[in-house]
């Protein structure tokens, strides 16, 4: 299973902004990841489409969270990045060449099928349970309890 970078910048974005009490603006968090702003507004606008994020307009602008951060899955943000399709596509090999077995013989998947959409059901599913406050309680059982409302206090204060 290869994931995009994106997939990466846009959870990072989602556990940092569980952290902010006001909008955070695009830039902001491009610095705060020392990514290029260009880069993580793509990201940031999936988020929004999907509608996992949420931006304000104006001077104190930025993005937020649209849902309770244990109601948003590692999953929700896989697919708002990378799309909902699964990571095999079975173009039914067994059909072809000489020896290839007749379509109507192919009345349900094949083995290879099978297995690959097994192991994509439970990749999902393991995505799925685990939820952007998740994330964030991790965060802070690895570095501290101070960890995520340092950061959030450094992307709400106005930049030097």
């Given at each position: 299973?290869?994931?995009?970078?994106?997939?990466?910048?846009?959870?990072?974005c989602?556990?940092?902004?569980?952290?902010?009490?006001?909008?955070?603006?695009?830039?902001?968090?491009?610095?705060?990841?020392?990514?290029?702003?260009?880069?993580?507004?793509?990201?940031?606008?999936?988020?929004?489409?999907?509608?996992?994020?949420?931006?304000?307009?104006?001077?104190?602008?930025?993005?937020?969270?649209?849902?309770?951060?244990?109601?948003?899955?590692?999953?929700?943000?896989?697919?708002?990045?990378?799309?909902?399709?699964?990571?095999?596509?079975?173009?039914?090999?067994?059909q072809?060449?000489?020896?290839?077995?007749?379509?109507?013989?192919?009345?349900?998947?094949?083995?290879?099928?099978?297995?690959?959409?097994?192991?994509?059901?439970?990749?999902?599913?393991?995505?799925?349970?685990?939820?952007?406050?998740?994330?964030?309680?991790?965060?802070?059982?690895?570095?501290?309890?101070?960890?995520?409302?340092?950061?959030?206090?450094?992307?709400?204060?106005t930049?030097?």
């Amino acid at each position: 299973m290869k994931l995009s970078g994106g997939v990466e910048w846009a959870l990072h974005c989602c556990v940092v902004l569980t952290a902010a009490a006001d909008p955070v603006p695009a830039a902001r968090l491009a610095t705060l990841h020392d990514v290029s702003p260009s880069y993580l507004a793509k990201q940031l606008q999936a988020l929004s489409r999907a509608g996992l994020v949420h931006s304000v307009q104006g001077k104190t602008g930025g993005y937020v969270l649209t849902r309770e951060p244990a109601e948003i899955s590692v999953l929700d943000v896989v697919q708002a990045v990378d799309g909902a399709n699964p990571a095999f596509t079975c173009t039914e090999i067994r059909q072809r060449g000489p020896l290839g077995t007749p379509p109507e013989q192919c009345t349900g998947p094949c083995p290879i099928a099978r297995v690959m959409g097994a192991a994509d059901a439970a990749w999902r599913a393991s995505l799925a349970a685990v939820t952007i406050a998740d994330l964030a309680a991790t965060v802070t059982a690895d570095s501290g309890p101070g960890a995520l409302p340092t950061v959030g206090a450094w992307l709400t204060r106005t930049p030097d």
